[in-house]
C-alpha cells in the first residue's frame, strides 16, 4: 500500500465520521477516558479495538511482542503507570492470540542476535522445552497469556495504584475471530 493510499483511507474515514456526527473531532479533542488499558501482541492481524469494535478513546493500548509484562520494560511500566494513575481504567486485559509469532520464535531456538533479549524474557514464562515438548504453539500461547497475567499482578506499579481494577486474560483466535476469555 502506498502513503497517498493511506492518505486517502484517512480522508474516508473522516468523512464517514463527519457524516454521522460532524462535531465528532471536537468532542474527541475534550480528552480520554478510557475504561480499558490493553496489552497485546503487535500481530497486524490482532488490533484490539478492531476486533472488539471499540471506538476512539475506549481502550489504552500497549502493545509487544508476545504481549509481555517485564517489571524492567520502561515503556510498558510507563504505560501501566499513566493508565493506572492518570486514566483510572477499570480493568486491564491482557490478550494474545494463535498462531503468536513471537512465541513460536522463542518455542523455536530462534537465534537472531538482534531478538535475543526479548526472546529470553518470553522463554522464561514458558515451560522447560523437555519436559513439554508435545506442547502445541496455541498452549504455550495460553501459557502465556495466564503468566503474563500473574506478573501483572506482581508488577510493583499495578500493587501500588491498581487497587480495585480487574485483570483479565485473553486469547484471540485468528482463524475464527473469536475473543476466548481465559481467566
Ligand atoms: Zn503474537
Redesign the pocket.
Known sequence: MEKQELQKKNAEFIRKIKERDPLYFNKLKEGQKPEFLVLS???SR?SPSIITEMPLGYMFVHRN???QVAVEDESFSASLYYALKYLEVKEIIVK??T?????KAAWSDNDDEELQTWLSKIRKDLPQKDVSKDMTIDEL?KINVLKQVDNLKKHPIFKTYGKGVGVRGCLFHVESGELESLV
Not at 498462531?99 to 512465541?103: A, K, N, Y
Open positions: 501482541c503487535s500481530d490482532v511482542i508476545a504481549n494474545g492470540h498462531d503468536c509469532g513471537g512465541i500461547t
